[in-house]
C-alpha cells in the first residue's frame, strides 16, 4: 500500500476516528511485509539478491535499543542517498535482503545469531531485527550487510535478569536535540561515558511549519541521523526511547494540535500524526510491537534491570487530553486542570504504571517521561500561573499518583523528565503549596542535547516561591549521567559550554545523591566554580580573568588555578585557601600579543589539595576576545546602538552613521539595524545587523596596505557566517555559523595606493536567519 497516497487521500476526506483506524489497519496489514522475514508476503522474485548502489547504503549509521535480558532489538536503514528529496532514500521501490550479525567480539570471530531481513519502501528501507537467545547482562557487536556492503559495528548489552542481584547500573538521558548543523557537542562527550544505555525522553527531531507529510518526516529524521555525534551515541549504547511533541507538531494532544490544526481539522491532524509515527518508528531501534497502525503507536513500556532498578517509560502525548489555559512559560491556573475527567497518561496506560510500581521487586523504581512532573508556579505574587502543557495542566493524574505512592510506599520513587531545555532537582511533594509536606519521591529533570531556554529568566525570577526545587539551570546543554547502586542514586549534570562544538568538553555542573529509604536530593559536596568572568581585554596589557570558588564541603581546600595560553600569550596561575563553607574570587592575570586582536578559546583549571576534591561548576572554556587600542589604530570602531556604554578609546558606530568623507567611514544605501545584549563587556554587548542581500560600508584607507579587522560575533545568540566582499572579490568570511556568546576576528588587507583610496565593503551572509552581524572594525597602521 502506498501510505503518501493513503494520507493525501485521508486529507480530503470527513472520516471518524473508526472509519480511520480500519483504513489504518489495512495500510499496518500491508506494511508487515517489511518488518520480518516476509518470504510469504514478498514474492522472491520481488526480492534484488545482489544490489548494488550508488553510494554506500549505511549512511545512517546503525542503532540497538529495548534491551532485554535475552534480546535487543537492532535498527538500520538502507539510504544512500538519505537526503532524496522523495523521502525514499534513493532506494526507490525495490526490496533488499539485509544480513545481520551478533557477535560477542567486534573482529566478529565468534558470531553467536544471524539472520536476515527483507526490507523495502513500505518502511523505507529500515531494518528492525530482534535478536533472542541473547546471554543477559553481556555486551556484544553488531553489523550489516547487504549486497557487498557492509555497515559500521555497533556495540550493545542486554539487560540483566529480571531477579538478578544488580550492584550497579550507569545510564544517562537526553532529550531536545534540535538540529545544530549536524554536530552536538553533548552526545560527542557522551560516547565517552561507561554506560549501560541511553533513555532518550523525546524532541528527537523538530517539526518546521511545513512538516505534513511522510516524506517530510522522513527527511527530518534523515537529515538528524546525518550527524555523527548521534551516530556514535547510537551505536556505543542501546538506546530506549519515547516520543514527546516535536516529532510530530509543538504541544499536541491526542488528536487535536492547535494552532496549526484548528477545531475541524482533526482528520487531518491524524494523518500527519500517522505520518509522523510511521517516520519514527522508521528511525528508532523499537521493537515490531511498536509498530505504528495509522496514527496509533504502543510506546509506553517497562524495563527491569534485575531487583536494582525497573523502569516505567511513559507516553504523556497520544492519550492526553487537550490543553487548557493559555500563558508562556507559565499562565494563569485554569480550575480545569484539576479537573479529575482530564488525564495526561489515559487510564489504560495509568492501570498500567500503578500496577508495574505495586509489583515491582526492585530497589530504584523509576518513571522516564516528557513534561516536568512537579508543580512550577510562575506567579511570585498571591495568585499562581504554571505551564498547562506540564504536569501542572493535569494535576488530577499527578494527585492519583502521588496518593498511591503515599498508601503503598513503593521502594525509592524516582522521576527521570525532558522537554525543558533545563536542569532541574525537584523534590516531589505531597502538597507543593505547604513545604513541610512530605517528600514522596524526586525528580530528575534532563537539559537539553541542543535547544535553547529562553525563558530561563522566566524560571529564575520564581525560584523563591519553589523551595520545592532544589536546582536549577538553564545556560547550559548537555545531559545527565546517573549511577544506581543498592545504597545510592546519584546524579551527575553533565554540561558543555557549546552546543554544537564537538571540541568542547563537558563538565559536572552538579552532583546530587538520593540516599536509599529517603526521598529527597541532597547536593554533593566540593569546589564550585561559581562564576568565570573575562571583558574584552586590550593587546599587550595584562587583563584579569575573574573566577569565583566556593568550598562545599567540611575541609579547609587549597586550590591552585591556572588557564594555559598559547604562544605569544603570558598567564600566572593564583593559588588560594578556601575555609569550609567560605568563598573567594582570584584574578588570574592573561596578556594577549601585542597589537594584533585576537579571539582564543581559553581553559580554566582548577586543582585541589587533597587532590579527592571534586571540582564542580560551569564550563572551564573561556573565549577571550582581544582588541588593540584605539590610540594605536587609524580607526577604531565599535559597532551598535547610540546608548549602550563605548568601549575605551574607540569611536562609536550606529546604522545611522552614513558616509561622510571627513569620517572617512559610514553606510551608503540601505541601513542596516543595531541590537544591544544588555552584558556588562562594552564591546561585546552590542552589534549592527542586516538581513539584506547585501550592505555596503564605506571605508577610506589612506595611502600605503593597511590591515583591517572586523569582529563578528553575539554575546547571547548564535551567529549566521559573515561574508565581506569589495567588487566582488571575496576579502574574508566565517566558514560556518558561529555559537552563542562565539567572536571571531576576520582580517584582510586592503592598499590606498599613493594618496589613499574609498573601498566599498559589501556584507552579506548565507547561513541561518542570513543576518550578519558586525561588532568591530579596526584599522591599524
Not at 444 to 459: M, P, Y
Request: aromatic letters at 10%.
Amino acid at each position: 500500500m502506498d501510505f503518501e497516497k493513503w494520507s493525501n487521500d485521508l486529507k480530503s476526506k470527513k472520516m471518524d476516528r473508526k472509519r480511520f483506524l480500519e483504513s489504518t489497519g489495512k495500510f499496518a496489514v500491508a506494511t508487515m511485509a517489511s518488518l520480518s522475514i516476509p518470504s510469504i508476503l514478498v514474492k522472491p522474485e520481488d526480492v534484488d539478491a545482489a544490489p548494488t548502489f550508488t553510494d554506500h547504503p549505511f549512511k545512517l549509521g546503525v542503532a540497538s535499543g529495548d534491551p532485554l535480558p535475552d534480546s535487543v532489538v537492532l535498527w538500520t536503514r538502507i539510504a544512500p542517498n538519505p537526503l532524496a528529496g522523495d523521502g525514499k532514500g534513493g532506494m526507490g521501490k525495490s526490496y533488499v535482503s539485509v544480513r545481520w550479525e551478533i557477535a560477542e567480539d567486534e573482529s566478529f570471530e565468534n558470531i553467536v545469531q544471524s539472520g536476515s531481513e527483507v526490507t523495502g519502501p513500505e518502511l523505507g528501507h529500515s531494518i528492525h531485527a530482534e535478536v533472542f537467545g541473547l546471554k543477559p547482562d553481556t555486551v556484544y557487536y553488531y553489523r550489516f550487510k547487504v549486497g557487498k556492503e557492509i555497515s559500521p559495528v555497533g556495540k550493545t548489552k542486554t539487560a540483566p535478569k529480571n531477579d538478578a542481584n544488580v550492584d550497579r547500573l550507569s545510564f544517562a538521558i537526553a532529550s531536545c536535540q534540535a538540529w545544530a548543523g549536524g554536530r552536538y557537542a553533548a552526545y560527542n562527550n557522551m560516547i565517552n561515558e561507561d554506560l549501560d544505555f541511553v533513555l532518550h525522553l523525546g524532541d528527537y527531531i523538530y517539526e518546521k511549519g511545513d512538516t505534513e507529510n511522510l516524506s517530510d518526516y522522513r527527511l527530518l529524521h534523515a537529515k538528524y541521523k546525518t550527524s555523527p555525534d548521534l551516530q556514535a551515541a547510537h551505536s556505543k549504547f542501546p538506546f530506549i526511547v519515547t516520543f514527546d511533541d516535536h516529532e510530530i507538531d509543538n504541544d499536541w494532544s491526542d488528536d487535536i494540535s492547535d494552532p496549526n490544526y484548528p477545531d475541524g481539522e482533526q482528520e487531518r491532524f491524524l494523518a500527519v500524526r500517522a505520518a509522523g509515527f510511521q517516520a519514527y518508528y522508521e528511525h528508532m531501534p523499537l521493537r515490531r510491537r511498536s509498530k505504528p497502525n495509522g496514527p496509533d503507536m504502543l510506546l509506553y513500556r517497562k524495563f527491569t534491570f534485575g531487583n536494582l532498578a525497573e523502569f516505567s517509560v511513559l507516553d504523556t502525548r497520544q492519550y492526553r487530553d487537550n490543553q487548557v489555559g493559555s500563558g508562556f512559560p507559565g499562565g494563569p491556573l485554569d480550575p480545569e486542570a484539576s479537573n479529575p475527567n482530564r488525564t495526561i497518561m489515559g487510564s489504560e496506560q495509568e492501570k498500567w504504571l500503578i500496577k508495574n510500581l505495586e509489583h515491582s521487586k526492585s530497589k530504584w523504581n523509576v518513571i522516564a517521561q516528557q513534561t516536568m512532573m512537579a508543580q512550577y508556579d510562575y506567579d511570585t505574587g498571591d495568585g499562581i500561573s504554571v505551564n498547562h502543557d506540564q504536569w501542572d495542566g493535569y494535576s488530577a493524574d499527578r494527585d492519583f499518583l502521588f496518593d498511591f505512592i503515599k498508601k503503598n510506599n513503593p521502594s525509592n520513587p524516582i522521576v527521570v523528565s525532558g522537554d525543558w531545555h533545563s536542569s532541574w532537582v525537584n523534590d516531589l511533594k505531597e502538597d507543593f503549596n505547604n513545604p513541610q509536606s512530605a517528600t514522596l519521591g524526586t525528580e530528575f529533570v534532563g537539559t537539553s542535547i541542543s535547544s535553547g531556554c529562553g525563558w530561563k529568566d522566566q524560571i529564575e525570577a520564581a525560584l523563591s516561591v519553589n523551595p520545592h526545587v532544589k536546582f536549577f539551570d538553564g545556560d547550559y546543554r548537555g545531559y545527565v549521567r546517573f549511577k544506581v547502586t543498592h545504597e545510592s542514586w546519584q546524579s551527575d549534570y553533565r554540561v558543555v559550554s557549546s552546543a554544537n562544538n564537538p571540541d568542547a568538553v563537558a563538565v559536572t555542573l552538579g552532583s546530587f545523591v538520593v540516599n536509599n529509604g529517603k526521598a529527597g536530593a541532597q547536593r554533593i559536596g566540593g569546589i564550585d566554580i561559581t562564576g568565570i568572568e573575562t571583558r574584552t581585554m586590550f593587546a599587550g596589557q595584562s587583563n584579569p580573568v575573574s573566577v569565583s570558588l566556593s568550598n562545599g564541603t567540611n575541609k579547609k581546600v587549597k586550590v591552585n588555578v591556572n588557564i594555559p595560553v598559547p604562544n605569544g600569550w603570558k598567564s600566572k596561575s593564583v593559588e588560594t585557601t578556601l575555609e569550609p563553607a567560605s568563598s573567594a574570587t582570584v584574578e588570574v592575570m592573561v596578556t594577549p600579543p601585542d597589537s594584533i586582536p585576537a579571539t582564543e578559546n581559553l581553559k580554566v583549571e582548577v586543582k585541589t589539595d587533597p587532590s579527592n576534591i571534586t571540582v564542580f561548576g560551569p564550563p572551564r572554556d573561556v573565549q577571550v576576545v582581544s582588541a588593540p587600542s584605539g590610540d594605536k589604530a587609524l580607526i577604531a570602531l565599535d559597532g551598535g546602538g547610540a546608548s549602550p556604554p563605548l568601549f575605551s578609546s574607540y569611536e562609536r558606530l550606529t546604522p545611522e552613521d552614513t558616509w561622510e568623507a571627513t569620517k572617512g567611514y559610514g553606510w551608503v544605501g540601505g541601513a542596516p539595524f543595531s541590537r544591544d545584549r544588555g552584558t556588562l563587556d562594552a564591546l561585546q554587548r552590542d552589534l549592527i545587523a542586516s538581513r539584506e542581500e547585501r550592505n555596503t560600508f564605506r571605508l577610506f584607507i589612506p595611502a600605503g596596505i593597511h590591515n583591517v579587522y572586523f569582529l563578528t560575533g553575539d554575546s547571547v545568540y548564535g551567529s549566521p557566517n559573515t561574508i565581506i566582499h569589495s567588487n566582488d572579490q571575496l576579502l574574508a568570511e566565517t566558514e560556518r555559523e558561529l555559537s552563542p556568546g562565539e567572536f571571531k576576528w576576520l582580517s584582510f588587507e586592503l592598499d590606498g595606493g599613493t594618496e589613499g583610496k574609498e573601498f566599498d565593503l559589501q556584507l552579506s551572509s548565507e547561513l541561518g536567519d542570513g543576518a550578519w552581524r558586525l561588532v568591530s572594525l579596526v584599522v591599524m597602521p
